[in-house]
């Protein structure tokens, strides 16, 4: 194969310049979600609305969530953190196609099926737990959290930067939570994982989808705890379909 006949150095200024283009397009994207500052906020802000969709179509009673600033660099900070977020979630397409593109010489053509679809499902996959959160889990914790009250005299008031690190983080989460089916489809085509042993040990799994379920929502509304734990549990009986019983 033409890999074969690179040295060590050629290789390495292959990856050099797909890092390179990684990196222009993660800074062109940012600066480019950075300079739609009221599309993107408007989209990050919704759920602190009552009208937004989740509410509306769940007839939740109207409240209200106050945002404040409390840090002279707070809001530039979150500007660019929030577009620099975006820009990953969006150009990260671009970055398993260089990735793939530098190791797919070294790859017969069945390995590299294999891998597209990997690559194609765990980013899938990622994208529906992150629209899972915006739309379900996030809104609902965000109201249990930012309405509760242990006194009428006591009001809260999030900061911005609370706000979105939490949307960020528990996107990031439930993402990753989302590879479930992706991890143990690897795991059984290692060998490392049965069938068999995901249904014998089912009682356990419930039992780690609901503590997981708790840390991704800090929160004891029980309604939120089952939003989180329901499509995670659908993955986990997924995965014992799409798997196969084989021996190491």
């Not at 797909?18 to 300079?35: E, T």
């Not at 809260?156 to 990031?172: G, Q």
């Amino acid at each position: 194969m033409k890999d074969k006949e690179l040295s060590f150095w050629e290789h390495l200024d292959v990856l050099r310049g797909a890092m390179w283009r990684i990196l222009v397009a993660i800074v062109a994207m940012a600066a480019v979600m950075f300079c739609l500052r009221d599309t993107l906020f408007s989209i990050v802000l919704a759920p602190s609305n009552s009208d937004f969709i989740t509410f509306r179509l769940t007839g939740t009673t109207p409240f209200q969530i106050n945002l404040i600033n409390t840090l002279l660099t707070e809001q530039f900070y979150v500007h660019i953190k929030v577009a620099i977020y975006a820009a990953l979630l969006f150009v990260s397409p671009y970055v398993i196609y260089e990735i793939f593109h530098f190791i797919s010489p070294a790859l017969y053509e069945n390995e590299k099926y294999y891998a597209t679809r990997i690559c194609t499902s765990a980013y899938a996959m990622f994208v529906i737990g992150t629209l899972l959160n915006y739309f379900l889990v996030f809104p609902f914790t965000l109201h249990f959290l930012g309405t509760y009250q242990v006194s009428t005299d006591i009001h809260n008031m999030l900061t911005l930067e609370s706000y979105t690190d939490t949307l960020i983080c528990m996107s990031l989460m439930l993402g990753l939570v989302f590879e479930l089916p992706v991890i143990c489809w690897l795991l059984s085509a290692m060998g490392i994982l049965k069938r068999s042993t995901m249904r014998q040990y089912r009682k356990h799994a419930i039992v780690a989808i609901l503590i997981v379920a708790a840390i991704i929502t800090p929160t004891t509304d029980a309604m939120t705890l089952f939003i989180v734990s329901l499509p995670i549990w659908i993955l986990y009986e997924i995965s014992t379909l799409i798997i196969k019983d084989q021996t190491l």
